[in-house]
Structures are given as C-alpha cells and as structure tokens.
C-alpha cells in the first residue's frame, strides 16, 4: 500500500497569510494527487485534483504543485473560511490512501 | 442537483451486522466508479471499499477484507455497503464517494468530487 505523509500535523496563522502544506508519498504516483478541505462535522470537499488542477467553483488562492512523491498545497491569502482540516490522496493505485489530514488554525 | 445521501447507520453491538445505504441522484449513476470512506471520532479518512461502475469489481481495505461486502443497484442509482463481525473500531461516520475520472496526456486521474453528508456507524455493548 502506498503510504502518505503529511506535514505539518497542525498549524496556526492569520487571515492573510500565505500557507503551504507538504504531502509525500511512500512511492512515486505521478501526478495521481488529490487535495480535499474538511470542517468540522461536515464532508470532504475537493479542492484540487491531479495535483494541480482546481476544481470548478473552488478559489483562485488554492494551488497545487508537485509530481512524483512529493506535493504541496498552497492557499495564497487565508480567509476566514479557510481554516479547516486539509487531506491528500493518493488515486494512483488502490487501495486508496488518505494523509493523516492538517488542521489549519487561526493564530 | 447532484446528491449522495447515506442511511442505514445506527447502533450495533460488537459481532453484529449492518447494512449501509447510498442513494444518488443528479447524475448518471452507472457511468461510475464509487467507494465508501470512514472517519473514527477525531481521526483522519480511511478508504473502506470502492466498486467499478459496472459493479463487476470490486475493492477493500484490509482492515474489513471478509467481513464488509461492497455492492450497488444501478437501477435503483443505489450503493450498498454490509458490514458483517463488527468491532469497535470499526465506529465512524461512513461516507459514499463518487470517483470521477479524467484522461491526461498519458496517464489516468481519479478523484472523489462528490460525497455524501455520512451515517454514522457506533458498534458498542
């Protein structure tokens, strides 16, 4: 099984910051990378798939980048509605795999 | 309007049975791939089970390989789970995904663009 990274755990910034999350994968999966936002007591939501390609209606100021074993998720300037818990995912073979999830909070 | 929308969650002691539910609608069911994701109480996403569009494949995580049966109804737009020799650990909020797919210059990509709101699962005496 194809084991994922994340780092940091947890992390704490301010509205308007820039933020950078790490994934990395245990073996190369390509481009095969996805990121997903979750709140609390809600579901997944897809924010970036095959690594670097924004799902419709999801803000300019997420980014991905990355290819092979190492990806990053980038989020330009913190909203308020940013702060949440951030997932990657690995479809490059199954089974699936999850990140242990950053939680993103307000500093 | 595109929707998955889980039931069949509950309480059930440990060694029992249950049988978890996805009705979907909005889109065209049979032209996709679908899993079912969990969530332990404060913990991250675990991949459980995914079935191809056809239903003639089918996977599992190793932490329910023979105890839970992935299944699904395309005329009924319905995705099935049953978990059969529950143990604690297997409590969590289960979610059904849809897997969408996208052809790449030379490769595949696959990603879970719709999921439902969950049903929650609590195995306890």
Known sequence: DIQMTQSPS???ASVGDRVTITCRASQSISSNLNWYQQNPGKAPKLLIYAASTLQSGVPSR???SGSGTDFTLAISSLQ???FATYYCQ???STPRTFGQG???EIE | EV???ESGGGLV???GSLRLSCAASGFTFDSYAMSWVRQAPGKGLEWVSGIRASGGTTYYADSVKGRFSISRDNSKNTLYLQMNSLRAEDTAVYYCAKEATIFGVVTQYWYFDLWGRGTLVTVSS
Do not use: C, I, R, W
């Open chain 2, 13 to 15: 002691q440990p060694g």
């Open chain 1, 62 to 64: 997420f980014s991905g």
């Open chain 2, 3 to 5: 929707h998955l929308l």
């Open chain 1, 102 to 104: 950053t939680k993103v």
């Open chain 1, 80 to 82: 308020p509605e940013d």
């Open chain 1, 10 to 12: 947890s992390l704490s």
């Open chain 1, 90 to 92: 690995q479809s490059h």
